[in-house]
C-alpha cells in the first residue's frame, strides 16, 4: 500500500534553521554584516520566550532584511549554498527515513514554515515529490514586495488533509515528522507521528502518546 511521508524542514530534516543557515551564508558573501544577527538573534528570542508569533516574526525579518531585494539575485545565492556542502546541515536520522521512504516507493512532501524561495530549492535538492510553505511576493520589477502568507501547523493539517483525497490514501498510510509542538495538528493529521529531534514541548506530548522519537 503506497504511503505518504510528510516533513517539517527546520529541525526536522534540516538540523537547524534553513533561513538563519542561509543568512549566515549571506553575511559570508558580503551582502549582510556580521552585526546584523544581533537583531535576528532577538527576533527570534521574542518568538520563543515574549510570544511573538511566527507570522510576526516573518513579517519583521522580511521588512528589515530582504523588502525590495531582488528575487533573481537571492535564487542564484539559494542556489549556490545548496551547492557547498549543504548535506553537512541535515539531521540524518531523518533524513535517512526521507531516503527509505524513497526508496519504498512513497509519495514524500516537504511541509514548511520558512519561505518559498528557500524550501523549494532544498526540496528538488533532496528529490521529494511536493513541497508547499510559506511564500513572499514581489512587485513587477521581480523584488520582494510582502509576506503573502506563513505555513504554521494547521495549514500543514489542511495540506495533509486534500492530499489524502487528491491521493485517495487513507491517513492511516500517513507518516508525519516534525520537531516542534507548533506541529501538533500536523501530527495529528497523520495516522504516524514521529518526533523528530523534538523540542522539550513536543518531548513531553510524544512520551504522553507512546510517538517514535529520533
Known amino acids: 500500500m503506497k504511503q505518504i511521508s510528510a516533513f517539517d524542514l527546520d529541525h526536522t530534516l534540516v538540523s537547524s534553521n534553513s533561513s538563519l543557515l542561509f543568512y549566515r551564508y549571506l553575511i559570508s558573501k558580503g551582502f549582510y554584516r556580521q552585526i546584523s544577527l544581533i537583531r535576528t538573534a532577538f527576533y527570534s528570542l521574542r518568538h520563543h520566550f515574549m510570544n511573538l508569533s511566527l507570522t510576526m516574526l516573518h513579517e519583521k525579518v522580511f521588512e528589515r532584511f530582504l523588502k525590495g531585494a531582488p528575487l533573481s539575485?537571492?535564487?542564484?545565492?539559494?542556489?549556490?549554498?545548496?551547492?557547498?556542502?549543504?548535506?553537512?546541515?541535515?539531521?540524518?536520522?531523518?533524513?535517512?527515513?526521507?531516503?527509505?521512504?524513497?526508496?519504498?516507493?512513497?509519495?514524500?512532501?516537504?511541509?514548511?514554515?520558512?519561505?518559498?524561495?528557500?524550501?523549494?530549492?532544498?526540496?528538488?535538492?533532496?528529490?521529494?515529490?511536493?513541497?508547499?510553505?510559506s511564500h513572499y511576493t514581489v512587485d513587477e520589477e521581480g523584488n520582494f514586495e510582502s509576506v503573502e502568507s506563513v505555513l504554521l501547523g494547521e495549514g500543514k493539517a489542511e495540506y495533509i488533509n486534500q492530499m489524502t483525497k487528491n491521493l485517495k490514501i487513507a491517513r492511516e498510510h500517513v507518516i508525519a515528522y516534525s520537531d516542534s509542538d507548533l506541529d501538533l495538528p500536523f501530527l495529528h493529521s497523520a495516522g504516524t507521528a514521529v518526533a523528530a529531534n523534538p523540542n522539550p514541548k513536543l518531548l513531553k506530548v510524544s512520551k504522553k502518546n507512546a510517538w517514535e522519537i529520533i
Open 73 to 133: 539575485l537571492v535564487q542564484e545565492e539559494i542556489t549556490q549554498f545548496l551547492k557547498k556542502d549543504f548535506y553537512r546541515f541535515l539531521y540524518y536520522p531523518t533524513f535517512e527515513r526521507l531516503r527509505r521512504a524513497q526508496h519504498q516507493g512513497d509519495h514524500t512532501v516537504i511541509l514548511s514554515n520558512a519561505p518559498s524561495f528557500i524550501v523549494g530549492p532544498i526540496a528538488e535538492y533532496l528529490e521529494v515529490n511536493e513541497w508547499y510553505s
